[in-house]
């Protein structure tokens, strides 16, 4: 799938609005009673960067980041600043932020992945851009400065040497959004102070 490795401007993501979807068919009984059902076992992000921008120089940032990507044709990545962690926002990155597997004596990768727990009930997210420089890895609780690597454009650690048998493998890390333009046209309005503006600029995660 046609993707770049480049992260959409940082100044006007952090002004943007969006977040989490979900799809559910819901049926409404002729009792009133409910039956759903979720179509998605995973979520999907959606966004608007239209609310990040400031200036005119950011309107020009944009229209130059979407001719570049050809509209909706290349998925880039993006900063999604409510969730950017393995762990809290408040809170460093640390190599046992997030359970990534189980060590057997033969394999050599993992994926890194973020839980989202509430209650007793929990979803498992995969990451798939983490940030480069941020990634940390823990064996048993301690951390591991050499012997692996990471690949930053699939999220996956690879082990010189397979992790010993029941070794707990732990991450923390910074990640991006794989995401692309929603749109194929920018509605762009220029004012009276000629400081510009773009009625939307949707964004949809890219899932493989």
């Given at each position: 799938?046609?993707?770049?490795?480049?992260?959409?401007p940082?100044?006007?993501?952090?002004?943007a609005?969006?977040g989490?979807?979900?799809?559910?068919?819901?049926?409404?009984l002729?009792?009133?009673?409910?039956?759903?059902?979720?179509?998605?076992?995973?979520?999907r992000?959606r966004?608007?960067a239209?609310?990040?921008?400031?200036?005119?120089?950011?309107?020009?940032?944009?229209?130059?980041?979407?001719?570049?990507?050809?509209?909706?044709?290349?998925?880039?990545?993006?900063k999604?600043?409510?969730?950017?962690?393995?762990?809290?926002?408040?809170?460093?990155?640390?190599?046992?932020?997030?359970?990534?597997?189980?060590?057997?004596?033969s394999?050599?990768s993992f994926q890194?992945v973020?839980?989202?727990?509430?209650?007793?009930?929990?979803?498992?997210?995969v990451i798939t851009?983490?940030v480069?420089?941020?990634?940390?890895v823990?064996?048993?609780?301690?951390?591991?400065?050499?012997?692996?690597s990471?690949?930053i454009?699939?999220?996956?650690?690879?082990?010189?040497?397979?992790?010993?048998?029941?070794?707990?493998?732990?991450a923390g890390?910074?990640?991006?959004?794989?995401?692309r333009?929603?749109?194929?046209?920018l509605d762009?309005?220029?004012?009276?102070?000629?400081?510009?503006?773009i009625?939307?600029?949707?964004?949809?995660?890219?899932r493989?």
């Amino acid at each position: 799938m046609a993707f770049h490795e480049i992260r959409f401007p940082d100044n006007i993501s952090r002004g943007a609005r969006g977040g989490p979807e979900r799809r559910t068919q819901i049926v409404e009984l002729a009792s009133g009673d409910e039956e759903r059902n979720a179509s998605w076992a995973n979520s999907r992000r959606r966004y608007d960067a239209s609310y990040g921008i400031r200036r005119a120089d950011d309107l020009a940032a944009v229209v130059a980041f979407f001719e570049a990507r050809n509209g909706r044709l290349y998925g880039f990545r993006w900063k999604d600043w409510a969730d950017y962690k393995s762990y809290l926002p408040s809170k460093p990155v640390g190599e046992t932020d997030q359970f990534i597997g189980t060590g057997d004596g033969s394999t050599t990768s993992f994926q890194l992945v973020k839980k989202y727990i509430s209650g007793s009930q929990s979803w498992v997210r995969v990451i798939t851009k983490p940030v480069a420089g941020t990634v940390k890895v823990g064996l048993d609780g301690a951390p591991q400065s050499l012997g692996w690597s990471v690949d930053i454009t699939t999220g996956i650690i690879t082990f010189a040497t397979a992790p010993s048998n029941g070794a707990t493998i732990t991450a923390g890390f910074e990640f991006d959004v794989p995401v692309r333009f929603d749109t194929d046209q920018l509605d762009v309005t220029m004012d009276i102070e000629r400081l510009g503006s773009i009625t939307s600029i949707p964004m949809i995660e890219v899932r493989r």
